[in-house]
């Protein structure tokens, strides 16, 4: 079957060669959760891409930072993903204080998707 994108990290696959993305909806949240991650400066010819979620992983988990982390997804999706609506992003508590959880919830109006990213920095980075 064939596929949309390679899915990151990669990996390889019997079928495709390399595992893909299947579908839209599989597609825009692997491009979400690479643009939180993703630093600035760090994507070669684009210095200003990224929400640099890395950066945040050393502050205090308070309600600045996350203010400052929200308002730094919502610029960057309307920026680089003008076609996705962030509709809440919220920072679940977690029991260890040294975790930093994100929760995006967002849509894609014109094709009817709405899903939500959950990025908890023990696992992800």
């Known amino acids: 079957m064939s596929g949309i994108a390679p899915k990151l990290p990669l990996q390889t696959s019997p079928i495709d060669g390399y595992a ?17 991650l993703t630093a600035p400066g760090e994507r070669a010819m684009n210095p200003e ?9 050393f ?7 996350q203010s400052n982390l929200s308002s730094a997804i919502q610029n960057q999706a309307r920026r680089y ?3 996705l609506k962030v509709v809440e992003i919220s920072f679940p508590e977690s ?18 998707i709405r899903d939500v990213l959950e990025i908890n920095t023990t696992n992800a980075l």
Not at 20 to 31: A, H, I, P, V, Y
Not at 59 to 65: A, C, E, F, I, R
Not at 98 to 111: A, D, G, K, Q
């Open 81 to 83: 993903m003008p076609f």
């Open 49 to 57: 891409y990224g929400v640099g979620l890395r950066n945040y992983l």
């Open 20 to 36: 893909l993305t299947k579908t839209l909806k599989e597609t825009m949240k692997q491009n979400l959760k690479m643009l939180v």
């Open 59 to 65: 502050d205090q988990n308070v309600g600045s930072v």
């Open 95 to 112: 029991e260890n204080p040294n975790v930093l959880n994100v929760r995006i919830r967002y849509s894609i109006p014109n094709v009817n």
